[in-house]
């Protein structure tokens, strides 16, 4: 039967299995360019539950969870916390994705003066290329988890903005924070980040983890394969339609607090005047821009999520169908049709990003997920979302 969620809990450092685990009341997510949550119950009161070994299989800090869905990994991350409750006879374990591990660890070398290594061989550099040398010196002190992780800069086409970087070890900076640095450069100028899981050898054995940098972007643009959510008739997907005008800026300053004398001013966006709203302005200072044109970019790039009120719909459906959970990746393009209703008489078909699932296990009954939808990636001017 087709929708098999599987839990498994595995030792951290060894990547050993240790148990199988029947959670109930499980939730997961994924989100782009940040970790992820897990949250699931383990009934201790039942002696089969017992003869598993739940205690070891969950402890905080040491354990790693994998949810397989059908044979394929659709989420793996760190047990962080674990809560027992006695009236219940339950254990409650919570859990964030693999990538939050480096938001508890340090450079483990001075990069004062780069280049240092395989991956960050010259500098200025691709970003991806001092994330991936930052995350690689890590991983090779005593003690680290992901030590076999492997570490690919997944890209589509070159980078032809490198940035100069410099980290000195008596700052000691956590690495999820560099790389959030280098990575929120703007589109054509950053990248995205996720560890994505494969089964070595088929559900239940060694799980992989790959580290993937991706340029110009995570996930696949929009194409006539590309996943439609269809609101409506036979599709029963729901929706929801937030929009956010407190970060709207039609105008950008930028300027390059890295290098001297480096500004761009992209001017009022005409289209958005011209649709009444009004002068809406915003600062920028970008710390990894070396050059005019990668500023530019960058600030173009920033400007294009912000030129018209932030719409981020959610789009709810069961996890298997069309599209299916594990059949998509965070940051792929998907085509939104909604039929005529209240909010839309005349209907909309647009095209968004994915920016973050979040999924609910149903032990009895139908398992969902949650789309969350952002503006697809690209440089300003864009056009206005749908109205």
């Not at 929706?239 to 290098?259: L, M, V």
Request: glycine share 10%; proline share 8%; aromatic share 8%.
């Amino acid at each position: 039967m087709p929708g098999v969620v599987t839990c498994y809990g595995y030792d951290l450092l060894t990547l050993t299995l240790l148990a199988e685990l029947p959670y109930s009341n499980v939730s997961f997510s994924q989100r782009l360019n940040a970790a992820g949550s897990f949250s699931g119950d383990v009934q201790l009161s039942d002696p089969g539950v017992k003869l598993l070994g739940p205690i070891p299989a969950t402890n905080p800090s040491k354990t790693l969870t994998i949810v397989d869905l059908d044979g394929q990994i659709v989420w793996g991350g760190i047990n962080w916390t674990r809560t027992f409750d006695s009236e219940t006879q339950s254990l409650k374990v919570g859990g964030l994705e693999a990538w939050s591990y480096f938001a508890r660890r340090l450079q483990a070398v001075d990069y004062t003066n780069p280049p240092l290594g395989p991956f960050w061989s010259a500098n200025p550099a691709d970003a991806r290329a001092i994330v991936a040398q930052v995350v690689h010196d890590a991983l090779l002190e005593a003690g680290s988890a992901f030590a076999g992780m492997v570490i690919n800069l997944d890209e589509t086409a070159p980078n032809p903005n490198p940035v100069t970087g410099s980290f000195s070890k008596s700052q000691s900076q956590a690495i999820d924070s560099m790389t959030t640095t280098l990575a929120g450069g703007g589109y054509g100028t950053g990248f995205d980040f996720a560890i994505d899981w494969d089964w070595a050898e088929g559900q239940g054995s060694f799980p992989i983890p790959t580290l993937n940098l991706s340029y110009p972007r995570r996930g696949r643009a929009f194409s006539a394969t590309s996943p439609v959510l269809l609101t409506g008739g036979s599709a029963g997907i729901k929706y929801t339609w937030p929009e956010d005008g407190s970060k709207q800026a039609n105008s950008i300053r930028g300027t390059a607090s890295g290098a001297a004398n480096l500004s761009y001013d992209t001017g009022p966006d005409a289209s958005v005047l011209g649709g009444r709203y009004p002068l809406l302005e915003k600062a920028a200072s970008l710390s990894t821009v070396v050059t005019q044109s990668q500023l530019e970019t960058a600030i173009l790039g920033d400007q294009a999520k912000r030129e018209w009120p932030t719409t981020s719909p959610q789009f709810t459906m069961p996890i298997v169908g069309d599209p299916g959970l594990g059949t998509f990746v965070i940051g792929d393009d998907e085509r939104i049709v909604i039929t005529p209703d209240e909010r839309f008489p005349a209907g909309a078909d647009t095209v968004m990003r994915l920016a973050a699932v979040d999924v609910k296990v149903e032990n009895d009954g139908v398992s969902t997920m949650t789309h969350t939808m952002n503006p697809p990636v690209a440089l300003a001017p864009t056009p206005a979302p749908p109205n």
